[in-house]
């Protein structure tokens, strides 16, 4: 399989907002969020499917998006943090992150486009301060705003 989209934002090809990297992942804001602080935990390993992880790397790619769900929530006050993992838009495995008050902030129909990546970006930098107060090592990378690595 060529490259994916995610990987050429992974590897700095295209533009991305990322809030999280470590050796086997990244985080990072999607440009068609659902609900403001809507991110997608993206493993660094070309993997379409959920399902064909790797158990090791499944596990720790939802105790990334766990964390950054906490974080989420206690950025964005929202009463939920949903998890979504669809598959369909591209075929590299990821993990939608998305701050939630109730069922309708869960609609793919409603996901926003042409956002302004300033948006983004805020939206990023709030996280990653939260992930930074909670000593969360990943979040270190960035260098006081966020933007591609």
Known sequence: MGSTLFTKIIDGEVPGTFI???????????????TTGHSLVVPIEEVDQWTD???ALNEHLFNVAKI???????????????????????????????P???MADLEFANARTNVDRKELEQAADRIILELRRAG?????????TSGSI
């Open 20 to 34: 999280y990297r470590d050796d086997l992942c990244v985080a990072f804001m999607t440009i068609s969020p659902i």
């Open 53 to 55: 992880l790797p158990q």
């Open 136 to 144: 969360i090592a990943g979040a270190a990378f960035a260098t006081g």
């Open 100 to 102: 939630s008050n109730s």
């Open 68 to 98: 950054i769900g906490q974080a989420s929530k206690r950025v964005f006050g929202c009463e939920r943090i949903a998890l979504v993992v669809a598959g369909y838009e591209i075929p590299h495995c990821h993990l939608h992150v998305i």
